[in-house]
T-cell receptor, first 115, second 110 residues
């Protein structure tokens, strides 16, 4: 069964450093998403991406965050200058269609720890 | 904007018991997702449903669109079913981003 692949599975970084989280969505999917889950809290939406541009972003997704689809297969989330409160599990997801969530598939997540 | 409520928050049961987890939402939706999250943190999609009922092995998901309510059932529960079960719905009708419930932590005791 097709999978969404995320790397790395764990990342430890020092406060103020830049991190890039990587995702390979399912190849025929058109919509891409990043979500995050702070320990003990709900999963929350960060950003959605379609047709090589951001289609929607949450208030969490400020200027420190950016997303890119550099080569038609990878989908990356960059945090420019990490803060302690960025420590969380970050999930990538992709779907075939905008409505109905067809084929909505999650990656296994990247656990980011900022020290 | 959709609000999602799950119940119970925590559920402990003996192996073999029939399990029901409930999810209610406030805004009409195109589809509802049931997800499973294991202690390692990864999320696995169990079901996406827009009407009626779906079954996969010992898992059954039902949805009542008029009442804005869905249930996830587990028959003949097993310790390996222990996980957090999360309900998620589109934040707004016709929107692709999801709003998640707080999850139900299920523990099955042998």
């Amino acid at each position: 069964e097709p999978e969404v692949t995320q790397t790395p599975s764990h990342q430890v970084t020092q406060m103020g450093q830049e991190v890039i989280l990587r995702c390979v969505p399912i190849s025929n999917h058109l919509y891409f998403y990043w979500y995050r889950q702070i320990l003990g809290q709900k999963v929350e939406f960060l950003v959605s991406f379609y047709n090589n541009e951001i289609s929607e972003k949450s208030e969490i997704f400020d200027d420190q965050f950016s997303v890119e689809r550099p080569d038609g297969s990878n989908f990356t989330l960059k945090i420019r200058s990490t803060k302690l409160e960025d420590s969380a599990m970050y999930f990538c997801a992709s779907s075939e269609a905008r409505t109905g969530g067809y084929g909505y598939t999650f990656g296994s997540g990247t656990r980011l720890t900022v020290v | 904007k959709n609000e999602v409520e799950q119940s119970p928050q925590n559920l402990t049961a003996q192996e073999g018991e029939f399990i029901t987890i409930n999810c209610s939402y406030s805004v009409g939706i195109s589809a509802l997702h049931w997800l499973q999250q294991h202690p390692g943190g990864g999320i696995v999609s169990l079901f996406m449903l827009s009407s009626g009922k779906k079954k996969h092995g010992r898992l059954i998901a039902t949805i009542n669109i008029q009442e804005k309510h869905s249930s996830l059932h587990i028959t003949a529960s097993h310790p390996r079913d222990s996980a957090v079960y999360i309900c998620a719905v589109p934040t707004n009708f016709g929107n692709e981003k999801l709003t998640f419930g707080t999850g139900t932590r299920l523990t099955i005791i042998p």
